[in-house]
């Protein structure tokens, strides 16, 4: 975050959302007619606040966040508004966009190995993209930014793994790697989306130890894109449930929790799986133990 844009931020009251969504809506143009995939969605996210987005597949979940990054497919369109601070989104034009979405705005996807380069090492790819929005940067700056983000995350022996390639990461050090590029970036908002769906539910519990972390570090604020509402009950403020692309219910965790008003949603309750009792287990393991599992250790 540059000087002007904290200044900014200071600036700005203390009850204005960081993020302000109003009928949103997405839509995919077929044959005969346009298919809508959100229908007119309305959310705030309060300064440092936590969101979970949750919501089968096909709920429109991770459209909405791709809307809010205007990173949709070719072809769709979105229409509504959302406004990031005092920024409204949809009037960007791309260059404009480009510098709100990664170096104010940082996005992590549910399939890291895919969103690395195998033939670069992590540490190269951190510190390009940071470079890419910090320009006049050296390498040799980039480089220690790219060190100083994997140790934030609890990569031990940063200084020799940022050397490393993707492949010789496990799976949960690679969501490290990159929840370590977007932290480089210092972002007001992240938005994860199914960050932790391809991990064993004790890797898992410390993605989403780290995301909390993080954000009780930064300030920054979390949107969480999720299919399991077991995955955002220790790591958000409040729940968006999502079906068939429209907003069945919403409300604080406690309340979704304890007085689900919809059908759906008791549904999604009761198929929650137990990461909470891993996370509580996480909080009982020496520091050191948490930031690692011994399989990952072992291949590390």
């Known amino acids: 975050m540059t000087n002007s844009q904290r200044d900014q ?12 969504v109003r009928d949103l809506t997405v839509a995919f143009p077929t044959a005969k007619a346009t298919n809508e995939v959100v229908h007119h ?12 987005i949750v919501g089968e597949s096909g709920s429109g979940k991770s459209m909405t966040s791709l809307a809010i990054m205007n990173l949709l497919p070719p072809g769709a369109t979105r229409s509504g508004s959302i406004v990031f601070r005092d920024t409204e989104l949809t009037a960007l034009r791309e260059p404009a966009m480009r510098t709100v979405r ?10 890291p190995l895919s969103c690395l380069n195998p033939y670069y090492t992590v540490g190269d790819q951190i510190a390009e993209a940071y470079r890419a929005h910090r320009h006049g940067v050296s390498r040799r700056q980039a480089h220690r930014v790219a060190i100083e983000s994997m140790e934030r995350v609890h990569i031990r022996d940063a200084a020799r793994r940022v050397n490393y ?3 010789q990461f496990s799976g949960g050090m690679r969501q490290r790697v990159m929840i370590a590029m977007a932290l480089s970036m210092e972002p007001e908002l992240i938005i994860a989306d199914e960050p932790t ?3 064993d539910v004790t890797v898992q519990a410390q993605i989403l130890g780290l995301l909390t972390e993080i954000r009780e570090n930064t300030g920054a604020g979390l949107i969480l894109i999720t299919h399991d509402l077991a995955v955002v009950s220790e790591t958000t403020d409040q729940i968006i449930v ?3 692309g429209d907003l069945v219910e919403s409300g604080p965790v406690e309340q979704i929790f304890s007085e689900p008003r919809a059908d759906y949603t008791r549904m999604l309750l009761d198929a929650v799986p137990r990461i909470d009792d891993a996370i509580d287990d996480m909080r009982t393991l020496p520091s050191s133990a948490a930031h690692e599992t011994p399989t990952e250790g ?3």
């Open 41 to 52: 969605l309305s959310f705030d996210l309060p300064p440092g606040g936590a969101l979970g």
């Open 102 to 111: 990664g170096s104010r705005i940082a996005m992590i996807f549910q399939d």
């Open 242 to 244: 999502m079906r068939h």
């Open 9 to 20: 931020t200071l600036d700005q009251p203390a009850d204005r959302p960081m993020l302000s």
């Open 165 to 167: 390639y993707p492949h």
């Open 298 to 300: 072992a291949r590390l």
């Open 197 to 199: 769906t391809a991990l």
